[in-house]
Nanobody, 129 residues
């Protein structure tokens, strides 16, 4: 059974930073693409970032514009999203998601979007102005 547990959300002022963590319970971590997806109230779900665990290839949504960095710790089977220079429009629930045998490359999220098989419960990020 695949389990994804997010942590690290909270309330931060505009311009501040947060680091989200996703603990991934899977047998073979390297077989997965792990992504972050967010959803704000009244808005559609939005791909934030993805990371191919085996080769480290990553992609980001256009709105990220260099503010966020995705990374992983293979020994801990965890994925992180470092978010800097946060803006009020970044306020949303952030979900960690996993796709087995998926691919992630620069442009993937714009061209095709994420295609995830498993989802965490989400963590709330609130950015105040």
């Amino acid at each position: 059974e695949v389990q994804l547990v997010e942590s690290g959300g909270g309330v931060v002022q505009a311009g501040g930073s947060l680091r989200l963590s996703c603990a991934v319970s899977v047998y073979s971590f390297d077989d997965y693409v792990i992504g972050w997806v967010r959803q704000a109230p009244g808005k559609e779900r939005e791909d934030v970032s993805c990371l191919a665990i085996d080769n480290g290839s990553a992609d980001y949504g256009d709105f990220v514009k260099g503010r966020f960095t995705i990374s992983s710790d293979r020994a801990r089977k965890s994925v992180y999203l470092q978010m800097n220079n946060l803006k009020p429009e970044d306020t949303a629930i952030y979900y960690c998601a996993a796709e087995e045998y998926g691919i992630c490359y620069r442009g993937r999220l714009t061209n095709a979007g994420g295609a995830y098989d498993h989802w965490g419960q989400g963590t709330q990020v609130t950015v105040s102005s």
